[in-house]
């Protein structure tokens, strides 16, 4: 999904900085590409980039959790369980929508139960102008099927079809909806 809404936004015109964990994914010609490979990595490199940025498309899914301690040298077998603590990550989409300013941010909920309601609580708690709801069925799929619901809780689209098509209509409601009127905004005309 990622590299598909990276060919829509090129598509129109946008300026692309793409921050990547270690997916098996071919990015498009004319967008920047930074690779990471933890969550603390996505998390740096996009604050990095982000003052420089119109908006954020958080599609990305990085990892939740992370073990406590990571051993230097190999852990060799006891006979004993092994016990692994794991403590949470920081939400890469959450911090950066509390630091948007006047930028925009998009987030993205995989979710297998309640869709729109989950989509709706991460949507207001990362400080989000749009919120993508998508089940686990897109998962390693061409295709996808996604609600792009508003902060008031409005479904504005409900978009299905091959990946390209659904990141076509996922740019196309973040143009109208957010840099458009952002870009009225800044001129001072009303949005």
Request: charge should be negative; include cysteine.
């Amino acid at each position: 999904m990622g590299a598909a809404l990276v060919a829509a936004a090129l598509d129109r015109g946008h300026e692309v900085v793409v921050v990547s964990g270690p997916v098996e994914v071919d990015y498009p010609a004319g967008c920047k590409v930074i690779r990471v490979t933890s969550t603390e990595q996505m998390l740096a490199a996009t604050e990095e980039q982000f003052h420089q940025c119109e908006g954020l498309i958080g599609a990305a899914a990085p990892c939740d959790y992370r073990p406590r301690r990571v051993a230097e040298d190999k852990i060799s077998k006891t006979g004993e369980p092994l016990r692994l603590e794991l403590v949470e990550t920081e939400d890469v989409v959450a911090m950066l929508g509390q630091k948007k300013g006047t930028r925009w941010v998009v987030g993205f909920a995989l979710e297998t139960e309640d869709h729109r309601l989950r989509a709706l609580a991460k949507l207001e708690r990362k400080c989000c102008d749009l919120m993508v709801s998508n089940g686990v069925e897109a998962m390693n799929s061409l295709d996808n099927q996604v609600e792009v619901l508003a902060p008031d809780g409005v479904v504005l689209a409900a978009i299905q079809g091959t990946k390209q098509e659904v990141a076509r209509g996922v740019m196309a409601i973040i143009q109208n909806q957010l840099v458009d009127d952002n870009r009225l905004r800044r001129r001072g005309q009303p949005g």
